[in-house]
């Protein structure tokens, strides 16, 4: 019998598996996090003993954790797979930021408006994606193919009904689909699976002293001399971790004693909060990330 | 009661997917948002913004409005309603569960099949104060047919009428008696409030009369619809796995029982057997895969096994390009019998064509109604047809092999559902005769090759006309030809159509395989029919080699056809007296690719005879010599 993580990797693996047999230019969307390294592990395992046959794409902002971009290369070059990193020229251009531009803007151009770019650029026709139906409330309705247009809008009232195993895969002319095999995972099958697979992680992820200011009761770790401090503030060494990875102005760390995976899932039974919390970006107003969605970003 | 991140987070614990259906405003949402609160599975920044929202969006006052938790999409507290299926997570110390909740909205019962599709059990809800409904009918019915045997009923608002006892048993009796007519053998009824939590997660003491479990109970004892450990095993292979020249494996997924290293496999569609000589994974090799897991098998000696292949072990599963299937249709554009669709089979796509519903299944008395067509939400049950045969079992043997989907391939929605009966023959009884006296000897003697020459164009735009023309020169040539006219067919062998979209298409297919089997006697078809959609001309061209077929189009502007009305037709159009007339009030889709188009405004009819032939020419169907057709190879 097949265990519960059993059942999920296996139905991982066959979305894998659906999604490069029935598309042209497939990529995996890399982000570095918790959930694109057990989704880099699916992709391996799902082509064994053939390498995953698509690149790993990475939508860099400028701003992510200097730990992340070191992770990311070590990572490409120890499974010899191609890395594509993309940057958006105009947040090149103007200096986009958190501090000076707000999250919004920063993410939209960055992020949402920099997967148009390279997804047209490199002509992907479709793309895998960490996201997870239990992260927040819009993503509870994806579809695990879901179809975008030539826009690369995403329309929640009319999605291709899912029916089985049974997967539509069939796109016009510049039009594309996002495929998610975490759908059914949670935040907490998430790190299961990852301790009993032994997945290799960004060492933020564990707890540590790092240099963090609290800011609107968010603490943020202060990674690089570009992150302007308040009159008066101090940087205080702190022992944190990070549930969640992104930009690191918007990202808050949490206090954690959890220095090994088996202690963050013991950590993880008695949260009380949820993993996106410490995301500014989620919490401009409520629905923002359907909207975002809407727009095209992941 | 269970604990904050409750067990069953034992990589051992078992899993349970169900769905929850009813009609809008019955409460699901409430009680999927009660049972993951009641679940202590919310995190306290959840019910931060749970307390915000209902605050502001709430229909319930000061108290937690739960269904906010669960209708995350801005339109839906704007509408009030569920739009769409949503997956929620939750766990006790016994179970994990996936709930899709699906919505109620009669335009979306698409959802509900979608999320019945792949649910163990389902919760069906209704409001006590109003009884059963054709929503719950219909529900009801999709999961029966679904193949879901499972059923928790919850008669929901009970709160609202005193706790009646009575109200409540008259209604379980009566949907007991409708499911046990469906073949759902387990029935649970359960006395709720959502609201006020009642027999939500505990039995409650508001309802003393009550002995059966609450509705978590129950979840957490219904089962799973597991493969068999005992049933033979089938590989549906996905992906032909090929790092180098020295590894040829087939990578799938292992579906009904265990598959063993040693098994002795035979390669479907087809008679080809082999061994499983290696299945391989990342974390080694394996000598047994149990079903539902994804492997990659390596087969003894050189096989032809392509994606859609199936590894059958044990009894061979069956093979067939023809079934009796029940159909659901989900696309707001009804189905059109006849009309070529795509259809996908496991791995496989392939060409597929429904024939007329032999009838539709009334959802609220199971009655078979006879029906042309199937629209949005409707069941039926139909003869289908498919390009080429695939390997499946009947639907209520396996759901993986026994499903498929139905794809319109001009726009690439999914467009229906479908769940296999039985074949109504063996591909094997469907050879079709060797001929000997066959097309090229037949071109040989008429020294010109066959052809459609498909005349597509509104009313009165000179379709005929044209043809006509063409039918002479060609004769004059020596060449073999036939005319097939929009009126004189619809006197003989389409008099039993009428002038409805489903009939149109009818109509066409019916002209496409006549044409096709005077292209096989060897002739020049001429074709002349309004044929007004894009869909079935490509039909036509589908039936026919490349180069046999020359699509005109007698392009006239609408006025110029009014102002002709040669027949009188636009006129009684427009007066009301003619309805499904093209260009008035039905669709006409001009070609977007014909080999020839004319443009009628210009020059005479014989000049475009002569512009047609020239086309002839140029696909080679006659020779380049203008006075005879020629000896074309």
């Known amino acids: ?292 969605k809407q727009e095209g970003y992941f | 009661m269970t604990q904050p991140m409750a067990m069953a987070q034992g990589d051992h614990a078992g899993l349970l997917r169900f769905l929850t259906c009813g009609s809008v405003d019955d409460g699901k949402s409430t009680l999927i948002g009660r049972l993951l609160y009641e679940s202590r599975l919310l995190h306290t920044d959840q019910l931060d913004a749970l307390a915000a929202d209902s605050r502001r969006h709430g229909t319930r006052g000061a108290e937690l409005d739960f269904a906010l938790l669960v209708d995350g999409l801005a339109a839906e507290r704007e509408q009030g309603i569920t739009i769409d299926v949503a997956y929620r997570f939750f766990a006790t110390e016994r179970r994990r569960f996936i709930v899709a909740d699906t919505p109620g909205h009669e335009q979306y019962t698409r959802n509900m099949v979608t ?127 090929r790092p180098d020249d020295t590894f040829r494996g087939f990578s799938g997924r292992v579906l009904g029982g265990t598959l063993h290293r040693g098994d002795r496999v035979r390669v479907q569609p087809g008679e080809q057997e082999s061994v499983v000589e290696r299945i391989v994974t990342m974390d080694g090799e394996l000598p047994a895969a149990p079903a539902g897991s994804s492997v990659t098998v390596v087969l003894a000696g050189e096989l032809d096994v392509s994606r859609g292949s199936v590894l059958a072990a044990g009894p061979p599963v069956e093979v067939a390009d023809a079934f009796r299937a029940h159909l659901v249709w989900l696309d707001e554009q009804e189905m059109l019998p006849g009309r070529r669709y795509l259809a996908k089979f496991g791995a496989r796509t ?91 000897a037949r071109t040989a003697r008429n020294g010109h090759r066959p052809c459609v020459v498909w005349f597509t164009g509104l009313s009165g735009a000179g379709k005929s006309t044209i043809a006509d023309l063409v039918e002479r020169r060609l004769h004059g040539l020596g060449a073999h030809t036939f005319l097939l006219d929009g009126d004189n067919i619809r006197h003989g062998l389409n008099s039993d159509l009428g002038f409805t979209e489903a009939d149109r298409v009818e109509n066409i297919r019916r002209i496409a395989e006549v044409s096709a089997l005077m292209v096989q006697a060897g002739l020049i078809v001429l074709v002349s029919f309004i044929s007004p959609f894009r869909a079935e001309r490509a039909l036509a061209r589908g039936l026919v080699e490349p180069g046999e077929f020359c699509e005109v189009y007698v392009g006239t502007p609408l006025e110029t056809a009014q102002r002709r009305d040669p027949k009188g037709l636009y006129a009684k159009a427009r007066r009301g007296e003619l309805v499904n007339f093209t260009g008035i009030d039905s669709p006409y889709e001009p070609p977007t690719d014909p080999e020839l188009r004319l443009d009628t405004t210009q020059g005479t009819p014989e000049q475009a005879a002569e512009e047609v032939l020239g086309a002839l020419r140029e696909l080679g169907v006659l020779g380049t010599d203008r006075t005879t057709p020629g000896n074309t190879y």
């Open chain 2, 115 to 241: 999320g019945a599709s792949t649910a163990d059990a389902a919760v069906i809800l209704l409001d006590a104060r109003k009884g059963l409904l054709d929503q719950t009918y219909r529900h009801t019915n999709l999961v029966a047919l679904l193949g879901i045997r499972q059923v928790a009923l919850a008669v929901n608002k009970l709160d609202l009428i005193g706790y009646s006892r009575e109200a409540f048993e008259r209604i379980s009796a009566q949907y007991r008696e409708f499911a046990a007519g469906l073949g759902i053998t387990e029935v649970a009824c359960i006395p709720v409030s959502a609201v006020e939590g009642t027999n939500v997660v505990a039995r409650s003491e508001r309802t003393p009369w009550y002995e059966g479990e609450s509705l978590l109970e129950w979840l957490e004892t219904a089962r799973p619809r597991d493969g068999s450990p005992t049933a033979p095993a089938r590989l549906l292979v996905q992906w032909v796995n």
């Open chain 2, 350 to 440: 392939v060409g597929f064509t429904a024939e007329r519903p032999r009838h539709r299944i009334d959802v609220r008395t199971q009655a078979e109604l006879p029906a042309r067509t199937l629209r949005a939400g409707e069941i039926g049950v139909a003869h289908v047809r498919i390009d080429e045969p695939v390997a499946y079992q009947p639907y209520h043997q396996d759901r993986d092999l026994g499903s498929f989907i139905v794809l319109d391939p001009l726009n690439n929605r999914t467009v229906g559902a479908g769940m296999i009966d039985f074949a109504l023959r063996r591909s094997a009884n469907l050879r079709w005769q060797a001929v000997t006296v066959d097309k090229q």
């Open chain 1, 1 to 292: 019998m097949l265990s519960y993580l059993d059942r999920l990797e296996a139905d991982s693996i066959d979305i894998f598996r659906e999604a490069v047999a029935e598309s042209e230019r497939p990529v995996l969307l890399y982000s570095i996090g918790k959930d694109s390294s057990v989704l880099l592990h699916l992709a391996r395992k799902a082509f064994y003993p053939s390498l995953p046959p698509f690149p790993l794409l990475h939508v860099d902002t400028t701003w992510k954790f200097r730990e992340m971009i070191a992770f990311r290369d070590e990572t490409a070059r120890r499974l010899g797979l191609e890395l594509i990193v993309h940057r958006n020229p105009e947040g090149l251009a103007k200096g986009i930021n958190p501090f000076d531009h707000g999250s919004a803007r920063h993410t939209d151009l960055w992020k949402t408006q920099g997967l148009r770019q390279a997804m047209e650029h490199n002509r992907f026709d479709l793309a895998f994606g960490g996201a997870r139906r239990d992260e927040e409330a819009s993503r509870a309705k994806e579809r695990v193919f879901s179809f975008r247009t030539a826009q690369h809008r995403w329309d929640p009232k009319d999605q291709r009904p899912e029916l089985w195993r049974l997967y539509n895969t069939r796109i016009g002319p510049g039009e594309s689909i996002r495929v998610f095999p975490l759908s059914n995972w949670t935040e907490l099958d998430v790190w299961r699976y990852i301790e009993r697979e032994r997945i290799p992680i960004v060492p933020l992820y564990f707890a540590a002293e790092r240099p963090v200011v609290e800011r609107d009761g968010v603490l943020i770790m202060v990674d690089d001399d570009r992150m302007p401090l308040a009159e008066g503030e101090v940087p205080q060494r702190r022992l944190v971790r990070f549930r969640t990875l992104g930009c690191y102005p918007l990202t808050g760390a949490v206090p954690s004693q959890a220095r090994t995976v088996p202690e963050i899932v013991a950590e993880m039974r008695t949260a009380t909060t949820s993993e996106r919390q410490g995301r500014v970006i989620d919490r401009d107003q409520s629905g923002s990330m359907e909207r975002k």
